[in-house]
Nanobody, 114 residues
């Protein structure tokens, strides 16, 4: 059974930091990429950051310079370090794994508010 377990979400003040983690299990095919998406209320789910098994990264323009994605593909884990958080970063953040098919985590809430 495939499981993507996310952790690290929570409430933080503007300007603060959070680190999200995602550990995948039950995936035995080659992982091509791992990433994070987010969905704010009333909005579509959007890509936040992606990292390939070759180490190439891709970021949404809105998070460049503030967020950093890293991973250990062999351990099937991916992290998202989020700094200088803004209220507009408030959303449910979802872990995503691209193998022979696509897998999603359950999501973790990130709320940026004073």
């Amino acid at each position: 059974q495939v499981q993507l377990v996310e952790s690290g979400g929570g409430l933080v003040q503007p300007g603060g930091s959070l680190r999200l983690s995602c550990a995948a299990s039950g995936i035995y095919s080659r992982i091509n990429a791992m990433g994070w998406y987010r969905q704010a209320p009333g909005k579509q789910r959007e890509l936040v950051a992606l990292i390939t098994n070759g180490g190439r990264t891709n970021y949404a323009d809105s998070v460049k310079g503030r967020f950093t994605i890293s991973s250990d593909i062999a351990k099937k884990t991916v992290y998202l370090q989020m700094n200088s958080l803004k209220p507009e970063d408030t959303a449910v953040y979802y872990c995503n794994v691209l193998a022979y098919r696509e897998y999603w985590g359950q999501g973790t809430q990130v709320t940026v508010s004073s």
